[in-house]
């Protein structure tokens, strides 16, 4: 299965993505600069003629921007001064590194920017971030033909919405639908975010980290999740961490077929993690705990161990196979039981 996986311009993981190019189809990045937000927190910049040079490393591969804020300050949509200086931007990367495309969440801004700058974005492709959830052939293509009023190209790859991974009927559904009409997008798979299976708190999570990126609060997202969401939830029952829509290395093989290949996340965790979690993807195995590959959940890695190779040899049938009705079902609860290993006492009682 090919990679697309995050880049940050640190020697050793660019050496690193250099040596395994054969199995790499693109990158996607951030450049933590208010013209261009994306969906995350942002962290200290690496410094744009850094990623330059790290991009110009990697020849061959796909580029791709992240800008995909689920929502920005409706101001800026208006602003022809920030949009010229985002387009700016953009023509530096796409003449000085190679862009090949942006990805996006906010439809608003994609036409606002095309509107001020067509000729910018006509050099390069507009992929829905997997943020959009595009779940189906009916919402993928509201997505392409909104993408078709703009000036920007159409996109070559597409990520599946997490939930599918677990939903072999789902899946196949999209991949034959896109194969139908759009021969030319490639399909990946979202494989180690790790968070709630359809996560309940996920649009109010995406509008939070909009406001705090927008500057408009401040960021009290983790302390959300751990007093009222999701992280609670995980503590409380280790259980949904396993119902979790993540694809081991050791199954990845299994969607061969379906999907070209497996989006790898986690940017904001440095380039040590992405190199653990690159390697154990392209060697299609890992033996240590199965949280130190995954992004939402590794949060809780210094609390819970979940040993990859304790997993069964049938996990990936039987959750598949299942009807997500966890708290009826209890395979995911048992499971954890027996093999997950807590290591401190979990998180204290929420007091108001």
Request: hydrophobic share 40%.
């Amino acid at each position: 299965m090919l990679l697309d996986v995050p880049f940050l311009p640190d020697n050793d993981y660019v050496a690193f993505l250099l040596e395994r190019s054969d199995r790499l189809a693109s990158v996607h990045f951030s450049l933590c600069d208010p013209r261009v937000s994306d969906a995350r927190q942002r962290t200290a910049p690496a410094g744009l003629d850094a990623i330059i040079t790290g991009l110009n490393r990697l020849p061959g591969v796909d580029k791709l921007l992240l800008m995909n804020s689920r929502f920005l300050h409706p101001e800026r949509y208006f602003d022809i001064k920030l949009l010229d200086e985002t387009a700016d931007l953009l023509d530096r990367l796409t003449d000085e590194a190679g862009l090949t495309g942006i990805v996006f969440a906010d439809a608003y801004f994609l036409q606002a920017l095309s509107d001020a700058r067509p000729e910018t974005c006509k050099r390069l492709a507009a992929v829905p971030s997997i943020n959009a959830m595009p779940d189906s052939p009916a919402r993928v293509f509201a997505l392409l033909d909104m993408i078709d009023q703009t000036a920007f190209r159409p996109p070559t790859r597409l990520v599946a919405d997490r939930a599918l991974n677990r939903d072999p009927d789902g899946l196949n559904s999209l991949a034959h639908g896109l194969r139908a009409r759009h021969k030319d997008i490639r399909l990946f798979l979202m494989a180690n975010e790790g968070c709630l299976y359809q996560c309940p708190y996920k649009p109010a999570h995406d509008a939070h980290v909009g406001l705090v990126v927008e500057g408009l609060c401040g960021d009290r997202t983790f302390a959300m999740n751990r007093d009222f969401g999701c992280v609670r939830r995980m503590i409380g029952e280790p259980g949904l961490m396993l119902a979790s829509p993540f694809i081991r290395p050791e199954d990845a093989w299994r969607y061969k077929g379906i999907a070209h290949g497996l989006k790898l996340c986690g940017r904001n965790r440095g380039a040590a993690f992405l190199l653990r979690a690159a390697d154990a993807y392209v060697q299609g195995r890992y033996d240590g705990n199965l949280l130190d590959l995954m992004d939402a959940m590794g949060d809780l890695a210094d609390r819970v161990r979940i040993p990859n190779r304790s997993l069964p040899a049938d996990f990936f049938e039987r959750v598949t196979a299942c009807d997500k009705a966890c708290r009826t079902c209890g395979l995911c609860a048992s499971l954890a039981e027996r093999i997950a290993e807590r290591v401190d006492p979990g998180l204290p009682a929420y007091r108001p």
